[in-house]
C-alpha cells in the first residue's frame, strides 16, 4: 500500500509496518537488530504544525505475509513526516492494533504533547473535508477566498476552531489579490456544496458594511443584531453579531474595591460626620488606586464575564455595581486574567442573551475594523 492511494485516515492513529528505504534506514540505524530489519513499525500522528508524522517504533522483518518487531528503541525519539517517506510502500497492522497498544503504551503516551482541541480533532474526522485537505498536513485545507470586485482566489488555511455552522482557520500563504486578510489572519468559512455533489470550502471576506463609531455608542446596533441571530441564527447573522462586537463598548458590572487604609480613613469621615446624610454632595479622595472588580455570573460549574450593550441595559441588576465602560478588546484580557476559569463572554445575559464563547476570544480579537471615521 502507499500513502498517495490511502490517504491520511489509515495511519493516523495507527500502527504500520513500512518497508525500509534509505531515508528509513538511516533513522532507525542505532534501533536494536537494526542491522536484520526490512521494516519498521511506525505509529502515525498528526502535529498541528508539522503535518502527519510517523513515531518510528521498532525495527522488523517481514516474512511473506508474517511481521516480527524486535525490542523499541529507549534512547530518545524518533520521527519521520509522512513527506518523506511518501512513496514507500507500507502494510496495516490491524489484526495486532490492539496487543501493539499494550506493548508500546509508554511511546504512545510521549505522542500526547500533540494532543489539540476538540474542535480540531472533531475536524479531522469529518470525511468531507478530505477533498480539501493538503495530502501532507490534514489540518489545512484549500479555501476558496471571494470578495466583491476581487477576482476569487485559493489559499491554504489551517483549521483553528469549529462554530456553528461554520469553521475557523489561520490564513497560511499570502493572498495574491487585495482581499484585506494577509498571511496569519483568522478568517471564518464555510462548506458549500456543489452541483456535481463535491464540497468546496469558501469565505466571504466582502464587508458588508461600513460604520462610524457614533453609530454603535448607544449599543442599538449590537443588540438588534443579537435580536436578529435569536430568530436566524445564520453563520452570516452569527459573523455580523461578532463583528459589531469587535467594535463595540460594552459596560461592564464591577465592585470598587479600597485599599484598607483609604477604607479606614472613609470611616473616620463618616464617624466625624455623625449623620450619613451630611456626607451626601461631599467628596473624598482616596490615597490609593481603586479597584474595579469585575462580576462573574456562574451557569452550573461554567463561569461567565457578563458585559452589556449599555449601561441601562443591566435593568436592577446593576443598580447594585460601579458600571465600567471598556471596549470588547480590552474586556477580553480582563476575562484571561481573571481567576476563575472563564467559559466565555455573555452579553445582555437577563434580556436576550448572546454568548461569545473562550475559544472564539482569539477570532474576535483578530477581525478587522469595520469603523471608518474619516469623512
Not at 474526522?125 to 476558496?144: A, C, K, N, Q
Not at 491554504?156 to 490564513?171: A, K, N, Q, S
Not at 464591577?254 to 460626620?273: F, G, I, N, R, W
Not at 475559544?359 to 483578530?366: C, G
Amino acid at each position: 500500500m502507499l500513502y498517495k492511494n490511502s490517504g491520511f485516515r489509515s495511519l493516523y492513529r495507527h500502527f504500520a509496518a513500512f518497508m525500509l528505504n534509505d531515508v528509513l534506514r538511516e533513522k532507525i540505524g542505532s534501533f536494536p537488530n537494526a542491522e536484520k530489519a526490512n521494516c519498521v513499525l511506525t505509529y502515525g500522528y498528526i502535529d498541528h504544525e508539522k503535518g502527519l508524522m510517523l513515531e518510528l517504533i521498532a525495527a522488523g522483518i517481514k516474512e511473506q505475509a508474517d511481521f516480527t518487531f524486535f525490542g523499541t528503541y529507549y534512547m530518545g525519539r524518533v520521527f519521520v513526516p509522512i513527506g518523506e517517506i511518501i512513496e514507500a510502500e507500507y502494510f496495516p497492522t490491524e489484526s495486532s492494533e490492539e496487543e501493539l497498544r499494550k506493548s508500546y503504551a509508554d511511546k504512545l503516551n510521549i505522542l500526547e504533547m500533540y494532543n489539540v482541541s476538540d474542535e480540531i480533532r472533531a475536524s479531522r474526522d469529518m470525511e468531507f473535508l478530505d477533498g480539501s485537505r493538503h495530502d501532507e498536513y490534514p489540518d489545512d485545507v484549500v479555501v476558496y477566498l471571494k470578495k466583491q470586485g476581487v477576482e476569487t482566489e485559493t489559499c491554504w488555511v489551517r483549521i483553528t476552531g469549529i462554530g456553528d455552522r461554520f469553521f475557523m482557520g489561520e490564513l497560511f500563504n499570502e493572498p495574491e489579490r487585495d482581499f484585506g486578510f494577509h498571511s496569519g489572519d483568522r478568517i471564518a468559512f464555510i462548506a458549500e456544496e456543489q452541483e456535481d455533489g463535491g464540497i468546496r470550502l469558501s469565505a466571504d471576506l466582502t464587508p458588508d458594511r461600513i460604520l462610524k463609531t457614533e453609530e454603535l455608542a448607544d449599543g442599538k446596533l449590537l443588540k438588534e443584531a443579537v435580536a436578529e441571530f435569536g430568530k436566524a441564527q445564520t453563520k452570516e447573522n452569527f459573523i455580523e453579531v461578532l463583528q459589531l462586537l469587535r467594535d463595540s463598548h460594552v459596560w461592564v458590572p464591577c465592585t470598587a474595591a479600597v485599599s484598607e487604609s483609604d477604607m479606614a480613613e472613609l470611616e473616620k469621615v463618616m464617624e466625624e460626620a455623625g449623620d450619613v446624610s451630611e456626607m451626601i454632595g461631599k467628596t473624598f479622595k482616596t490615597k490609593d488606586e481603586v479597584r474595579m472588580i469585575p462580576e462573574i455570573l456562574q451557569n452550573g460549574e461554567n463561569y461567565f464575564f457578563p458585559v452589556f450593550s449599555s449601561a441601562d441595559e443591566m435593568g436592577e441588576f446593576g443598580e447594585r455595581f460601579s458600571k465600567l465602560e471598556r471596549h470588547i478588546l480590552e474586556v477580553i484580557p480582563m476575562t484571561l486574567r481573571n481567576e476563575k476559569p472563564i467559559a466565555g463572554i455573555v452579553l445582555n445575559a437577563f434580556s436576550e442573551p448572546f454568548v461569545l464563547e473562550a475559544r472564539l476570544f482569539p477570532m474576535v480579537q483578530k477581525m478587522r475594523s469595520r469603523i471608518v471615521d474619516k469623512d
